[in-house]
């Protein structure tokens, strides 16, 4: 079950303090690799759109599991095409309803990914946000999602 919870996502913009628009580039995303560990198995991609322009895909959220110990793992990368150098990336993530997210990026400067954050959750849903902040000029848009993953 996968359901976006735009409350949440203003919320978390504002926490985080606004995202800045882009136009779209070509849809080449940086390569997805498993940082999460040998053990985590892929599950799914969520894209990062620009909310001002939802067809500029400005990174991904990659949901990854490891069914041996119970741990969701997600990362945030950015699409090279559209954003490059240092930027702020940030992920978090918590199991569905808790109250502490467990973060990482948040005022960085990484190139590629933020992450990855980890959440026990066997047998329950879990909740991440992912975003980019790659411009410097605050205040005139903003990328971010959050999203539920069940399963």
Not at 20 to 43: E, I, M, P, Q, T
């Amino acid at each position: 079950m996968i359901r976006k919870r735009l409350a949440t996502v203003l919320a978390a913009t504002v926490l985080a303090g606004g995202f800045v628009g882009l136009s779209a580039g070509a849809a080449h995303a940086s390569a997805r690799v498993n940082k999460c560990g040998s053990a985590y198995d892929f599950k799914r991609s969520w894209e990062i759109n620009d909310i001002h322009n939802v067809a500029a895909v400005v990174g991904f959220i990659d949901v990854y599991y490891n069914s041996g110990n119970g741990y969701n793992c997600v990362i945030a990368r950015g699409n090279d095409a559209v954003v490059s150098g240092q930027h702020e990336i940030f992920v978090e993530i918590r199991r569905s309803r808790d109250s502490t997210w467990i973060k990482d990026g948040v005022g960085s400067n990484y190139t590629q990914y933020a992450g990855p954050v980890y959440a026990y959750a066997k047998g329950a849903c879990i909740d991440f946000i992912g975003g980019l902040k790659y411009n410097e000029f605050s205040g005139t848009g903003d990328t971010g999602y959050s999203f539920e993953h069940c399963g």
